[in-house]
């Protein structure tokens, strides 16, 4: 069976240091990755996605970027972190080959940035 | 962008009864998904409809689909308080892998 891990599940950073979240999946290959942003008690913004190793689609001009460094990894990062940058972050993957595009989500991160 | 706008924001009932969330959206679509989120956690995948489908069911769960109307509903029967979560509709418009979801329902089941 498939799972999908995200890490650190909580994460304090002061505003203007580094940002590095990590997604990995198991029990697939080549899936689809995705990384979102939920704001409190909103809906889930989409930040990036990924078909492939190396290959990253931004949909939100931001602070932020994004990695695809293996197949099963995808890596969330920032430079300089902004107050605006707190929030929920979601990694998803899907089955690139299936045509529903059902996405299953991990546990989530969340950010403060003070 | 969010495409799909939920109503209502918030929906509280009493355990056993029925409740109805509705999902509009505004471009041609693939197929509708519905998802649950449990407060601080992640997303989980309800069911899918696709855009020739008009119902389809799970367990306690029912959805519509009017392409006509661009909107869709869940129904939940004989809710219980295991329920209590908030309610993502998320359209596939079948362009570059994506879905696009929308604000939300958070329901509230009392016993």
């Known amino acids: 069976s498939q799972t999908i891990h995200q890490w650190p599940a909580t994460l304090v950073q002061p505003v203007g240091s580094p940002l590095s979240l990590e997604c990995t999946v198991e029990g697939t290959s080549n899936p689809n990755l995705y990384w979102y942003r939920q704001a409190a008690g909103r809906g889930l913004q989409l930040l990036f996605y990924s078909v492939g190793i190396g290959q990253i689609s931004s949909e939100v001009p931001q602070n932020l970027s994004a990695s695809r460094p293996q197949d099963r990894q995808f890596i969330l990062s920032s430079k300089k972190l902004l107050l605006s940058d707190s929030g929920f972050y979601l990694c998803a993957w899907s089955n690139g080959r299936s045509s529903y595009n059902e996405q299953f989500f991990g546990p989530g991160t969340r950010l403060t940035v003070l | ?111």
């Open chain 2, 1 to 111: 962008s969010q495409q799909g706008e939920e109503d209502p924001q918030a929906l509280s009932i009493q355990e056993g009864e029925n409740a109805t969330m509705n999902c509009s959206y505004k471009t041609s679509i693939n197929n509708l998904q519905w998802y649950r989120q449990n407060s601080g956690r992640g997303l989980v995948h309800l069911i899918l409809i696709r855009s020739n489908e008009r119902e389809k069911h799970s367990g306690r769960l029912r959805v519509t689909l009017d392409t006509s109307k661009k909107s869709s509903s869940l129904l939940i029967t004989a809710s219980r308080a295991a329920d209590t979560a908030s309610y993502f509709c998320a359209t596939d418009a079948g362009t570059a892998s994506k879905l696009t979801f929308g604000t939300g329902t958070r329901l509230q089941v009392t016993l």
